[in-house]
């Protein structure tokens, strides 16, 4: 009876096992594909904030080498007012607005990067969820050792209808030597009986049995002599092998017992899976549950990373315009310490011509004044003195003269500073 329960009971856990099992499969696939999108856009996410932070790290680097070429550039004292005290291109700019903007970027990025620990967060409890229900319908080596202890009782390749057929086959064996003990020991009761004074020593034996087991009474049959030595030969002969059926019979005893216990553990690791399937589809339930917010969790993290990967830019964008004026301040300064010492040539070249002018003009009324008063020596005795009112006048005087103020003037640069600003220029391209 046990044998056709325990078949039954393994035969139905198996079933239920082997179909929990197909659906509980079929449904991770479908999670590991959600799984894997997840990942790829967890992967994809921190290629893109790897490369905006790159960005952004480059963009303050440009700046901060900027401001610090602004801090180090000191300006001319030629060109500031006489005593003032030295000042650096920095001091004519107002860097707190670009600094700002480095703060509010660096607040966006650093946010965007919160987002994508979460989600990654997120993607990681997912997979290990996953995970769980792959090990739970798979146990590690240590989960599954009793299961395997109860296989290997039973031998390998055999199927617990098998074994279970194996113990009937035991327990048939059992019970035909125990019918021939029976019969034997019969034979021996009634073989006393027919002794002298067996009658008292076959109650006396009958005494001694476990309740439920004993011997009639009733007077035995009258035996001849020759039927009795016959019955005498019968024991003597089965009397050898009592000893061989009794070993046969403990040996069978042990079998069942150690084929018993291995059913007992293979049913017992039939049921221990069963459960395991029970708890990884509730498990696949609670997954179940939160799949859409998982999905959309996926969805939201790139809308969002698109929002603030559009917000970074257009922030990198003014910073770098920014960049571009103290950059381009500095460009225009060194243009401007050229132009200065063009302007010098200038000036220089405009004084050599005054002076130039001034030497000509001078020569040129000196001749004048020679020449009238020759003239006047050959010719002024004849010529009357009322003829003509400007016979008598010198010749125009002429005077150049500066009519810009002194402060107009160029300053000097030395022309080191200059070559070093043209060749700057040139660097730059």
């Given at each position: 009876m046990y044998t056709h329960i325990a078949l039954e009971k393994a035969a139905i856990t198996t079933a239920s096992t082997s179909f929990l099992r197909s659906g509980i499969e079929s449904q991770l696939r479908v999670l590991e594909q959600v799984q894997a999108k997840t990942e790829h856009t967890v992967q994809w996410g921190k290629k893109e904030f790897q490369d905006v932070m790159r960005g952004v790290n480059e963009a303050d680097g440009r700046l901060k080498y900027t401001l610090e070429r602004l801090k180090t550039t000191i300006v001319e004292a030629r060109l500031r007012p006489e005593g003032e005290e030295r000042r650096c291109l920095l001091d004519f700019v107002d860097e707190r607005g670009v600094e700002g903007l480095v703060g509010v970027v660096r607040g966006v990025v650093d946010e965007a990067g919160q987002e994508l620990k979460r989600f990654d967060e997120q993607s990681k409890r997912?997979?290990?969820?996953?995970?769980?229900?792959?090990?739970?319908?798979?146990?590690?080596?240590?989960e599954s050792v009793n299961g395997r202890k109860g296989f290997g009782r039973l031998g390998s390749g055999s199927s617990l209808a098998d074994v279970l057929q194996e113990l009937e086959d035991h327990a048939q064996e059992m019970a035909e030597n125990l019918e021939s003990l029976v019969k034997h020991f019969d034979l021996c009761v009634t073989a006393i009986r027919h002794t002298e004074g067996g009658g008292d020593a076959a109650s006396k034996i009958a005494g001694d049995l476990p309740e439920g087991l004993g011997i009639s009474h009733t007077p035995p049959e009258t035996i001849s002599q020759e039927e009795f030595a016959d019955m005498?030969?019968?024991?003597?002969?089965?009397?050898?092998?009592?000893?061989?059926?009794?070993?046969?019979?403990?040996?069978?005893?042990a079998d069942m017992e150690t084929l018993y216990e291995g059913v007992e553990a293979q049913i017992e690791e039939l049921t221990t899976r069963y459960a395991n399937m029970s708890k990884a589809f509730v498990m696949l339930e609670d997954i179940?549950?939160?799949?859409?917010?998982?999905?959309?969790?996926?969805?939201?993290?790139?809308?969002?990373?698109?929002?603030?990967?559009?917000?970074?830019?257009?922030?990198?964008?003014?910073?770098?315009?920014?960049?571009?004026?103290?950059?381009g301040f500095l460009?225009?300064?060194?243009?401007?310490?050229?132009?200065?010492?063009?302007?010098?040539?200038?000036?220089?070249?405009?004084?050599?011509?005054?002076?130039?002018?001034?030497?000509?003009?001078?020569?040129?009324?000196?001749?004048?004044?020679?020449?009238?008063?020759?003239?006047?020596?050959?010719h002024g005795y004849f010529l009357p003195s009322d003829l003509w009112a400007g016979f008598e006048s010198r010749p125009l005087q002429h005077e150049i003269k500066q009519v810009s103020d002194q402060d107009a003037r160029i300053p000097h640069v030395s022309a080191s500073v200059i070559r070093r600003a043209i060749q700057r220029v040139h660097e730059e391209g």
């Open positions: 997912f997979e290990k969820e996953v995970v769980g229900i792959w090990r739970m319908l798979n146990p590690s080596e240590d005498a030969r019968i024991l003597e002969a089965d009397a050898a092998q009592v000893d061989e059926v009794v070993m046969e019979i403990g040996s069978h005893l179940g549950r939160k799949l859409p917010s998982y999905i959309t969790r996926n969805q939201v993290f790139l809308l969002r990373w698109e929002n603030d990967k559009v917000k970074i830019e257009e922030h990198l964008s003014e910073l770098e315009n920014g960049r571009e004026v103290y950059a460009r225009s300064y060194d243009k401007l310490l050229i132009e200065v010492g063009r302007r010098r040539a200038a000036e220089q070249e405009m004084d050599k011509v005054v002076q130039s002018a001034r030497v000509r003009l001078e020569k040129l009324y000196e001749d004048e004044f020679e020449d009238r008063a020759t003239f006047k020596e050959e």
